[in-house]
């Protein structure tokens, strides 16, 4: 999951957070922007400062024409005001005019150079065109001209936590938290980095007080459910999941973690339902398909290939897909002329994954290939040569094609290298080698 830990910030060009999920806090927001805070000028305003009140209302209302309207008649009223500049900028973000943003932030920068928040603006626009080094450079200027600004410093530890400079990012976030220690979305971001430096119980802290100080926020129980499959407690992971659901009931990755649990409890047909919910609520998204056609492969072969063809044409790259249907294919002795087509896609997608090869070896000896099953078993065996049922497959087609001495060695090598229950096929491959003379 994405960690950006609050919204899009108004006036301020943040990144966005990813799709169905919600922001961390309304402390987040810029005050005049919080729930329940009034964004109209009040009797002492200024010309420009109403306009630019009206503008940040509409833009609240997302309005972004009248929100426009509102910034521009500010600037008329103050040419040099920077926050106007910045709020112009926000409505051409949000209205997908990323260079019409970045000439604003520019002209704010250059306004007010003194100006933490125009810096930070300038420096979330360099992060999102894809300029970190810049970005950097800029969110650095924006910390160092407000000791007291949040928002740059957690922006800069997301920056370079997704550069994996977790050290950095870490110190940054705890910044942030020495400023404000009730910001829910610093702990979070913070709690994510500490989990990907291999902290894990800190990180759990944290997130834990994210989730205690907003616990209407999905993403803090979600990155724990996250946290605890991952130190193997699938109960715990369980636990957390259900509490992100039960506050985004169609957040996806929720879904999608919660259906990897129930099939690792051995519940597929519950963790089938979670994926078919995450893919409708996510329609182009391959990876529920791929999770139904892997789950449903063992038992309910007709699901699964509809499955597998579903998410390839959502994503043609995925070469496991095709490689799963060509093993459905041969096991349900279909049609191998197809078969060995997914197969050889599998492998051409990705050369370097020893199953592929073996998929087509296996599929080029039921076709009676058995030169060219050799030839793709060998390769198998090469990129994994301490895997004993690629081994066996080897063994299998060298004595067909005669070579019982190669045969007999491999099968040798493959009884040598794992337990007998880390071999599926060690009873046959067992008979095999007997037929062989041991």
């Not at 009797?43 to 309207?69: C, F, H, W």
């Not at 943003?101 to 100006?115: D, E, H, K, L, T």
């Amino acid at each position: 999951m994405h960690t950006r830990s609050y919204l899009p910030v108004v006036i301020l060009l943040a990144c966005a957070l990813p799709a169905g999920a919600v922001p961390l806090e309304s402390k987040s927001l810029p005050p005049q922007l919080r729930p329940g805070a009034p964004a109209a000028a009040t009797a002492m305003s200024t010309p420009a400062e109403a306009a630019y009140q009206l503008g940040l209302q509409a833009i609240v209302d997302n309005d972004l024409k009248a929100a426009g309207r509102h910034f521009e008649a500010s600037l008329r009223h103050d040419p040099t005001s920077a926050k106007a500049m910045l709020g112009l900028a926000e409505v051409a973000f949000r209205d997908s005019r990323p260079a019409d943003a970045g000439r604003w932030i520019q002209r704010a920068v250059a306004a007010a150079p003194q100006s933490s928040e125009a810096h930070a603006s300038l420096g979330r626009h360099l992060a999102v065109q894809g300029k970190p080094r810049e970005a950097e450079a800029a969110l650095r200027k924006a910390a160092s001209l407000d000791s007291r600004a949040v928002r740059p410093r957690i922006d800069l530890g997301d920056l370079l936590s997704g550069q994996g400079r977790q050290v950095d990012a870490i110190a940054f976030y705890r910044q942030a938290l020495v400023i404000d220690p009730q910001h829910a979305g610093a702990h979070y971001a913070l709690g994510i980095a500490l989990a990907r430096q291999g902290e894990p119980a800190k990180a759990q802290a944290e997130l834990e007080q994210a989730a205690r100080l907003d616990p209407r926020n999905p993403l803090p129980p979600m990155a724990l459910a996250r946290l605890h499959a991952g130190r193997n407690a699938p109960d715990q992971a369980m636990q957390a999941v259900e509490r992100a659901l039960a506050l985004q009931p169609g957040l996806v990755d929720g879904l999608m973690l919660r259906g990897d649990l129930l099939a690792a409890r051995g519940r597929p047909t519950d963790a089938i339902a979670d994926y078919r919910k995450a893919a409708a609520a996510a329609p182009k998204q391959a990876l529920p398909q791929l999770r139904i056609g892997m789950v449903a492969q063992a038992d309910q072969p007709d699901i699964a290939m509809a499955a597998y063809k579903q998410a390839l044409a959502l994503d043609a790259g995925l070469a496991v897909a095709y490689n799963n249907l060509a093993m459905l294919a041969l096991a349900h002795k279909q049609d191998l002329a197809q078969a060995e087509a997914w197969a050889r896609k599998a492998v051409a997608i990705n050369p370097k994954v020893a199953d592929f090869h073996d998929t087509l070896g296996w599929v080029l000896r039921a076709r009676g290939l058995t030169a060219k099953s050799l030839v793709a078993l060998q390769q198998a065996a090469k990129l994994a040569p301490t895997n004993p049922e690629i081994l066996y497959h080897l063994a299998a087609v060298q004595a067909e094609s005669g070579d019982t001495g190669s045969a007999r060695r491999t099968l040798k090598q493959a009884f040598s290298l794992n337990p007998p229950a880390a071999f599926p096929s060690m009873a046959e491959a067992k008979k095999l080698l007997a037929r062989l003379g041991g």
